[in-house]
């Protein structure tokens, strides 16, 4: 199962992965690369979506490849492109082929989640596309966490290639109605983590990084909530 939490022991009543400055979401960067073999009920299109392949893609939904199937996992095409190479132009083309943005995994994950799980292919546009096709800003998986919460982790660490993009993002689903008070199966709120993850950094870069993203939480969003 994707998404899930590297965790399963609690200390201090903080998640062990918070205490051990590991990234609870490792896994999911493990998706793209692994055999579909070892992926029960991948399709040609899966593959293809999550290597960014956009002419397979096209060759396979001009096939009548059905791009709502889902695996062993319920990942559909549309997750693996959005966590995948090249997602916005994945995306657009499975959107353009029907496929539904808002289907959830086993564990009640979304394609949104898997755009705003932080990788070197994150992109902000990436999410606008999904969110302006219905994709739900504000649900909830089994653990609790929802998109801005994906899109937070880690985020004091960034690269600093990276950290603008994940700014856009967040700037983005605040801007979308994402709320900041839902607590995860912690009782841990966006902010929360944020804050946590402050404790756990002394540089003045990433104390600066801090008050720019805590900044956008609190703000009021500028949309009502979709969900």
Do not use: H
């Not at 939490?5 to 918070?18: H, S």
């Not at 055999?35 to 960014?52: E, H, V, W």
């Not at 939904?61 to 997750?79: K, P």
């Amino acid at each position: 199962t994707r998404f899930r939490n590297v965790t399963g022991v609690q200390t201090c009543a903080l998640p062990i992965y918070i205490l051990l400055g590991l990234n609870q979401r490792s896994e999911l960067l493990k998706v793209w690369e692994s055999d579909a073999s070892l992926r029960p009920g991948r399709t040609q299109i899966m593959t293809a979506a999550a290597r960014g392949n956009v002419s397979e893609v096209e060759r396979l939904i001009a096939a009548r490849a059905d791009v709502n199937a889902i695996d062993g996992s319920g990942w559909t095409s549309l997750m693996y492109a959005s966590g995948g190479f090249k997602p916005k132009e994945t995306i657009m083309k499975l959107l353009g082929a029907g496929v539904d943005p808002k289907a959830r995994t086993t564990m009640g994950q979304t394609a949104l989640m898997a755009a705003a799980t932080p990788s070197i292919y994150t992109s902000a546009d990436a999410l606008r596309l999904l969110i302006d096709a219905g994709a739900e800003v504000n649900a909830i998986d089994k653990n609790g966490q929802t998109s801005i919460g994906f899109a937070l982790d880690r985020i004091l660490d960034a690269s600093e290639y990276d950290f603008p993009e994940r700014v856009e993002m967040i700037r983005l689903l605040r801007s979308r109605g994402a709320r900041t008070d839902l607590p995860d199966s912690y009782g841990l709120t966006a902010l929360d983590r944020l804050d946590i993850e402050r404790q756990q950094v002394t540089t003045p870069v990433a104390i600066q990084r801090y008050e720019v993203i805590r900044k956008i939480l609190t703000a009021e969003s500028s949309s009502p909530s979709r969900n």
